[in-house]
């Protein structure tokens, strides 16, 4: 493992454990060139995916930016990483038990939503905007109907 701040290609693993929810390895590091510290994480990968965006462009998936879209929503909300990090890998093992190599930047919008609205539904809105490009204030309104007629559904479900 390179070293971020030196670049050295020796470093040294000072300490291994799994994650809370044993979904990578949490690897405390340290350069003995530099004398720098830094954890990394190792997480199991099925299979390389490959995201299909508009245009027929396509771009490898990438986790990271997953979550960064998720934290934006939430931004300022009370929620924690971990839980983040839990509906992240949730919405991974969903995309990869799919068996597809290659997966619609749509399937991928769709399942960050549900986990918002089970994280926060001030997230799930703020992030609905930008992915269902909302464009005037009554798309606003006809998606917060929409919102409070499934909230309503659950409540008398329950």
């Known amino acids: 493992m390179r070293?971020?701040?030196?670049?050295?290609?020796?470093?040294?693993?000072?300490?291994?454990?799994?994650?809370?929810?044993?979904?990578?390895?949490?690897?405390?590091r340290s350069c003995?060139?530099?004398?720098?510290?830094?954890?990394?994480?190792?997480?199991?990968?099925?299979?390389?995916?490959?995201?299909?965006?508009?245009g027929d462009r396509k771009q490898?998936?990438?986790?990271?930016k997953m979550i960064k879209s998720m934290q934006i929503a939430l931004r300022k909300r009370p929620?924690?990483?971990?839980?983040?990090?839990k509906?992240?890998?949730?919405?991974?093992?969903?995309?990869?038990?799919?068996?597809?190599a290659e997966i619609n930047s749509d399937d991928i919008g769709e399942l960050v939503m549900k986990a918002l609205a089970r994280l926060d539904m001030v997230a799930y809105i703020r992030y609905a905007s930008?992915?269902?490009?909302?464009?005037?204030?009554?798309?606003?309104?006809?998606?917060?109907?929409e919102v409070e007629d499934l909230r309503k559904s659950a409540v008398e479900a329950a």
């Open 60 to 64: 490898p998936f990438d986790r990271d």
């Open 130 to 145: 930008v992915y269902k490009d909302f464009r005037k204030p009554e798309d606003f309104n006809d998606f917060l109907e």
């Open 79 to 85: 929620v924690e990483l971990e839980d983040i990090e």
């Open 3 to 28: 070293c971020p701040f030196c670049s050295s290609e020796e470093t040294q693993v000072k300490d291994s454990r799994p994650t809370e929810d044993n979904s990578a390895i949490r690897r405390r």
């Open 87 to 100: 509906s992240a890998n949730s919405i991974v093992r969903q995309l990869e038990s799919m068996g597809d």
């Open 32 to 54: 003995p060139s530099c004398g720098a510290r830094f954890t990394t994480f190792e997480r199991v990968q099925l299979r390389e995916m490959t995201v299909l965006k508009a």
